[in-house]
């Protein structure tokens, strides 16, 4: 048999049929749904009077435009339309019967988090969601991606959705890490090197000794930003870290059927002289602790640099630089660490998990934020708040200076009312940086938690590595 | 859907590269639960001012493109989220057609989805293109999508590639889900069979 990606596999293990010229129907194993992305595809489904077809396999979670304040629970912190559109999730989830995590639950939170976290996402999986962040799950070697409105519309139909394959891209992460140096470093210097549409028509196999040594949180990091990098899925290949994660969650399988899974699941990785169509080496030990400067994601550097001009750049890039510095308000030359932050933000689908929290709470203990700084830690779910209180670490944000909110997307995209105002400087863990993202206005410096952190205590953007050896 | 054949109309130059899902569309305007009504905030933050005058640099606020039905534009068009909204808001618009060096994945999927024709062209085509649009509400360009072909003002024709599929689906307005449904039974037997081969899942 030829040798295949782990790609490959899963793509074909999901092909219900396929056409003369190559376009097939792909079945889907999980569809994960927010209010956002939804309302108008049930409302398709009511217009033609058609069904879910697997409502056991459809999952759904408001985190988009909830309030994330602690007053939440009153109705009137929201307004009108984000308080319709959560409405009409719950009546589209009780009507069609499909699995439901109200914002009173205390397992609601982000929906790239609560998939992983209920163990709804498993290896060799297909998931799709009306977000392009899906691309989250693909830690698991589950094949993920964001689908738009109308496919969401075609998955509850039909449980399928029509596709073309994409090509194979291997990037390898060699070697190890360097202190300070984390996944949303990888993942930012990635899309640094290969540009925003570096990925585009492929998905993305990460690979390489530092990505086998991250977390499943650190690799749910990575290739949650494969979007940014132009791919619509980024895939890790399952390992005993998928295993023991998954193994014991809520909806993974159990007893005799986890032992059926596991023989499968271990079939899923990259045969040895698969084929890829692009590849990408990056060494760990290059990678430095970075930040962006503009308002592309692919405006990255290393901490230790500078802001660039545009003249730095080519083609149709030298006006979008110019663009950014004038929307950023940055002067060419200027140290990356002499820009002053005005607001912190900690969470989201890319850096909103336990672990993202520990390393922000890491620095951040026995310190106070730099006076007038406005901070918050959204954390991804109820359940990872939980935990972060039993840990001591919403004590430790607190006794900092920060606010410690509910879950949700939050200042992620602003679409709630956690938003900046123009001008506002914010050095966020999220992942996109682009004009008005935050809010109208607001300039996004993109980052890793533990920079975050540091940040709100120095008032600007900072080097990590001169902090720890501070505390060491 | 409204089918797509041939279309001649002005097109408006965007020759900045990246233009995102967030420019297309703001987050503030998808707290909507209709599909229609987005055209009045298409590329709201470039093209309104904070008070909602508008710019009047903004291309789509100059009077030759106002009724603008063509985009061309800079590379890697519609990136970032998987928003329909973008594409919602481009048709309410009356925006039928883009031109580009290349568009992000989901964007491209979500226009044919919309009776919208996403074009990817080489980059010296893309530039003839350009200066074309900049010349304003009388140079008017044709999206044949039959032939596969667009046509500046002065007769330059240029050639372009489509899916079959997606093409056979927007030149005919077909639903894509009423097509998929007559597969059930496919869909149906891959069920039984995964059911035994994964039954995890």
Redesign the interface.
Known sequence: MKARTLYDKIWD?HV??Q?E?G?C?L?I?RHLVHE??S??AF??LRM?G?KV?APE?TIAVPD??VPTTLDRANAATM?E??R??VE?LDKNAKDFGVHYYPVSDVRQGIVHIVGPEQGWT?P??TVVC???H?ATHGAFGALA???????V??VL????L?Q?K?KNFKVEITGSLRPGVTAKDITLSVIGKTG??GG??YVIEYCGQAIRELSMEGRMTVCNMA?EG???AGLIAPDEKTFAYCMGRPH??KGA??E??LT?WKTLFSDEGAQFDKVVTLKGEDIAPVVTWGT?P?DVLPITGTVPAASDFK???V??AQ?SLDYMGLTPGMKLTDIKIDTVFIGSCTNGRIEDLRAAAAILKGKKIKDGMRAMVVPGSGLVRAQAEEEGLAQIFIDAGFEWRLAGCSMC???NPDQLA?QERCAATSN?N????QG??GRTHLLSPAMAAAAAVTGHLTDIREMMEESV | MTPFDKLTGVAAPMPLVNIDTDMIIPKQFLKTIKRSGLGANLFDEMRFTQDGAEIPDFVLNQPAYRKAEIIVAGDNFGCGSSREHAPWALLDFGIRSVISTSFADIFYNNCFKNGILPIVMPENVVKVLMEDARRGANARITVDLEAQTVTTSDGQSFPFEVDAHRKHCLMNGLDDIGLTMEKAAAIDSYESKAATQRPWV
Do not use: C
Not at chain 1, 145 to 151: K, L, R, Y
């Open positions: 293990d219900v049929h056409a010229d376009t129907l079945y194993d956002v992305t309302p108008q409302e398709g033609t058609r077809r396999k988009h435009n307004t339309d984000s319709i559109q009409a498993l060799g999986m009306g977000d392009s899906t991606h964001g689908i738009g409105t109308s496919e519309e075609h139909a039909t449980q399928t029509i073309r994409a925003t549409a585009t028509g979007i132009g791919a619509r993974a399988p059927a986890w059926a899974a499968y592309s692919e083609g149709g890039k006006e979008a663009r995209l602003a679409m123009p996109r682009f004009e008005g993202r109208r206005g």
